[in-house]
């Protein structure tokens, strides 16, 4: 492998340790333990055990139905993550990390409560358990307390203290809520303990809920799939193929940490660890073509965090956005198009603008012919193409993704046998050992997924037992009529209050969970101003995932900050200065009908060109945050820009004529201030 591909430990900054110690260390998960023999093999063999659980569910489904199917799997994951994950603080250097004799015992317990429902004794059975629906028994309620105990100390150990805290605050509003004032609001009768964990334990919502059923339906399946691609190769190929791609300019580093940040996300599924993944690669690249550390550790950032938001395989959220709407995950995906390609094409605007700013250098990097790549790789982009290619032809997503995994793991055989140097028998004990660590590493890679739809089960319930979102929708909603009677005005302050409630939930909670909360509060408060579920939905959606590159906590931007040895801060002011385009586009989807070809939901004709206003909009917004345009932008230049750029994602054509405006001014200043410029520059050389 070449220089360019895995740069040597020292060209990493002195303070970096491995590239996914860091991962771990930032993401929005905390790092999972590591293990010695037995125990390590125990987990091993349960997460494998789970993922053929979950494969048979694609198949040959339970005959006791989705609910019977869930009580399995989170009785079967929940005791994994006390296993796995430590309960505080980070592994001192040459500590033992296996689990303590409380892990143990919490594993026990975890186990206990979670088969309780299907159990003969104890539960009585399945059907016995269901028909006490509404009047649970003491032992009920007691196992229903401790499943809720252990959910949430379970998310406590996978990402951090907000969201259970968040957690027990709607519990307590649903069961304090008689004592609040009752001519507030959100004031209600009350929920009876008991209640309560029917509504968690015994309903088909709380825990079995809709966040839980995506979890153990969609999102295990596609953390395998991940898996299986990492193990075929796939990582190494997309970052070569990006590398090769752009050949020798000095816009080529930046470019390829763009498309590799891309293609990288259908194999992590995480933003923080794909701009790790990237981050050790490219930086030595980017360092040498002359990008400031902040520059490059914002640009790995924003790279990295639109993988979660690109097609084929998006996050998890998008998945629950699926379930909630009843649309097929190939609609969501549609929609999804538009927006990505807005995403990562200001991150290039910004990209050209710094190559010319910090006048950065061409960097030989010894890849080679790209066709070449792509003739011996390129299959790795097949088991992708079918995921698309299956979602058309109406098969389900969980067994399109069943079926790509098979066609991503029959290729890595093929290679394998290839490239075999001990003989086909030696390729294929290699390739079936590998695909058996996927699919374990698949599972464990996605407890705490499975932790945060578990807990987030706990607030959806809640809020429907006690109408809490729509009260506070309602007091959305009033905030911007107290400030304005207008329509427009109230819908365009509505938006704005609602990007920046996600943005600041998302600084809390993972981005999965804050759709979830956001979707049960704020998307009613849109709905009720006209606004249509796609353009809602897709609006809470992105914001819940910029959030992630949001000062001040930035996650990804943090983990960037580490491996490029630049300052914390700087490196998130410089990931929201890329992604800031991306920021404002989502709030077009909301304001006017026109957003809806935005999400492909018009005709050609109308996408066209509502595709082409938003890119000058975004062009326009990269101006103003990138500060290029022919030369350096001066403020005044700027200025005019920034209410173009503004006008022209409210997709009207007499507000949109109003921006073109202001553009065509800021353009026509540049290129005079720039000619002054040159004209100055002449006459102090003679």
């Known amino acids: 492998m070449s220089r360019a591909t895995r740069p040597d430990r020292e060209e990493l900054p002195d303070d970096t340790t491995d590239p996914g110690e860091i991962a771990a260390t930032h993401d929005e998960e905390k790092p999972a333990r590591r293990l010695s023999r037995r125990p390590e093999l125990l987990v091993y063999l349960a997460a494998l055990a789970v993922a053929l659980l979950v494969l048979r569910q694609v198949f040959f489904p339970l005959t006791k139905g989705n609910q019977f199917y869930l009580v399995i799997f989170l009785g079967c994951t929940l005791p994994l993550v006390f296993l796995s994950y430590r309960p505080g603080g980070r592994r001192g250097s040459g500590e033992r990390d296996d689990p303590g004799w409380y892990d143990w015992v919490l594993s026990a317990l975890a186990l206990l409560v979670g088969f309780y429902p299907v159990l003969p004794f104890g539960s009585g059975g399945f059907d016995a358990f269901l028909d006490r629906q509404g009047s649970l028994s003491g032992l009920d309620i007691l196992a229903g307390s401790l499943l809720l105990l252990l959910v949430l100390e379970a998310t406590r150990r996978t990402t951090g203290w907000i969201l259970p805290v968040i957690c027990v605050a709607f519990v307590g509003f649903a069961y304090y809520g008689g ?34 059923d995506v979890a153990a339906s969609y999102i295990v399946l596609f953390t395998l799939y991940g ?22 300019s000095r816009t080529a580093p930046g470019r390829t940490a763009v498309l590799s940040g891309f293609l990288l996300g259908t194999v992590s599924g995480s933003g923080t660890a794909t701009a790790v993944s990237l981050g050790s690669i490219t930086w030595p690249i980017l360092r040498r073509a002359g990008y400031p550390k902040e520059n490059a550790g914002g640009l790995l950032a924003a790279s990295g965090i639109g993988a979660i938001l690109s097609p084929p395989t998006l996050g998890a959220a998008a998945f629950i956005i699926a379930e909630y709407l009843q649309t097929s995950y190939l609609t969501v995906l549609i929609w999804a198009c538009v927006p990505t390609l807005l995403y990562y094409l200001g991150i290039v605007f910004s990209v050209e603008a710094d190559a010319r700013r910090f006048g950065a250098e061409a960097v030989d990097t010894e890849h080679g012919s790209a066709w070449r790549i792509l003739l011996r790789g390129g299959y790795h982009f097949l088991s992708l193409a079918i995921i698309v290619v299956f979602l058309a032809m109406n098969i389900p997503p969980f067994a399109a993704v069943v079926y790509a995994t098979g066609v991503a793991a029959l290729f890595a055989l093929v290679s394998n046998l290839v490239r075999a140097t001990g003989g086909p028998g030696r390729a294929v004990l290699d390739w079936a050992r590998s695909m058996v660590d996927a699919l374990s590493l698949g599972v464990r890679g996605a407890l705490p997924v499975v ?5 987030a089960g706990i607030i959806t319930s809640t ?6 979102g729509q009260e506070l929708a309602d007091a959305l ?7 304005s009677s207008d329509p427009t005005v109230i819908l365009v302050l509505t938006v704005v209050f609602s990007a920046l409630a996600v943005g600041v939930l998302g600084l809390a909670v993972p981005v999965t969970a804050s759709f979830i909360i956001a979707w049960v509060v704020i998307g009613p408060a849109l709905g009720a101003l006209g606004v249509a579920d796609a353009e809602r939905a897709m609006f809470i959606f992105y914001y819940a995932v910029l959030s992630e590159v949001t000062p001040p906590t930035a996650l990804a931007a943090v983990a960037a900050a580490a491996i490029t040895g630049g300052r914390v801060i700087s490196t998130m002011m410089q990931a929201w200065k890329y992604t800031l ?37 975004v062009g326009a917004l990269s101006v103003v945050t990138g500060g290029w345009l022919f030369g350096p932008v001066p403020a005044l230049v700027r200025v005019l820009f920034a209410p173009g750029a503004l006008c022209l994602l409210y997709l009207e054509p007499p507000v949109i004529a109003v921006g073109l405006g202001f553009c065509v001014l800021g353009l026509l200043a540049q290129l005079v201030l720039r000619r002054k410029a040159k004209f100055k520059e002449e006459l102090d050389a003679d």
Not at 585 to 608: E, K, M, R, S, Y
């Open 227 to 248: 898996a299986v691609l990492s193990a075929s190769g796939a990582g190494q190929f997309f970052v070569d193929f990006s590398f090769a791609a752009f050949k020798r």
């Open 463 to 468: 809020i429907t037992k006690t109408g809490l």
């Open 179 to 212: 004592f609040l004032p009752q001519h507030w609001g959100i004031a209600h009768a009350g929920v009876d303990f008991g209640q309560i964990v029917n509504a968690l334990y015994n309903d088909a919502s709380g825990f079995y809920g809709t966040p839980l």
């Open 581 to 617: 385009p991306a920021f404002l586009v989502p709030i077009a989807f909301v304001l006017t009908d026109n957003g809806a070809a935005l999400l492909l939901q018009a005709d050609a004709v109308t996408v066209l060109w509502v595709l082409a206003v938003s890119v000058v909009a």
């Open 477 to 483: 909603v009033q905030a911007a009529h107290a400030l």
């Open 451 to 455: 932790a945060v739809c578990a807990a």
